[in-house]
């Protein structure tokens, strides 16, 4: 991010990134950069929804279920995560502050040793990208609860509010462009098309289906709105679950 915010905003040097534009700022008081006044966004592609699972031992078959487990057992409601300060973190403290319980997060170096260590009984459950977990919720080997919002993919998951949660605004995982700031309009006029007819093509769109991305297209005005909410929401997280870091 900061390679790309000093650089000169010629088109030429681009930053792909996602969520870490709210994540950063609300966990680092101090950055060498602004991720909304440093930064020429240029467009959203898709975002890819966080699921709750648990091990089909787990005595749960709803959020509410889990809820009242993780209050009878708080030892045994192990959940892993994609690593400290991820949007799996932040969305077990986004459950954990909403229905009053205190789950453990464990962090693991990445989703695929959060997905195993639920598979093999080490945990009882995960919250991760909806990607992560959909070939063993498909399986039966894991059992969804939650899902951050609706996905053709996982139609049978219910969202907070079907799960009786209206409150609990989970994250999910969004993929994004930028540019540096001050990208003059005639290089502009000439990604911002490009990438959109991109986006928008039936390769793209099927390559997204199979990895559980729902293409999601926001022009440049859409996606620094959608970021500063984003970012108001993820900082009050922070400071209620500490992950304040400098």
Known sequence: ?????????????????????????????????????????????????????????????SVAEFVAYAKGSPDKARMGVAGIGTVSHFNLAILNSTAGVNMTAVPYKGAAPAVTAVLGGHIEGNSLALGANLAQINAGKLRALVISSKSPQAAQIPSPAEAGYPQMKLLGVWVGAFAPAGTPDYVLNL????????????????????????????????????????????????????????
């Open 191 to 246: 990604l911002i098309p490009a990438f959109e007819k991109a986006i928008r093509s039936s390769d793209v769109s099927q390559m997204a289906d199979r990895i559980g991305v729902s293409v999601d297209y926001l022009n440049p005005d859409g996606l620094r709105k959608s970021i500063k909410e984003e970012s108001e929401i993820v900082r009050e997280i922070a400071k209620r679950a500490g992950l304040r870091k400098n």
């Open 1 to 61: 991010m900061e390679v790309v915010a000093r650089s000169a905003p010629d088109g030429y040097t681009l930053y792909i990134c996602g969520i870490g534009q709210s994540i950063r700022p609300a966990m680092h008081k101090k950055l060498p950069f602004d991720t909304l006044r440093d930064f020429t966004r240029i467009w959203l592609y898709g975002a890819v929804p966080n699921v709750l699972v648990v091990h089909p031992s787990v005595p749960a078959r």
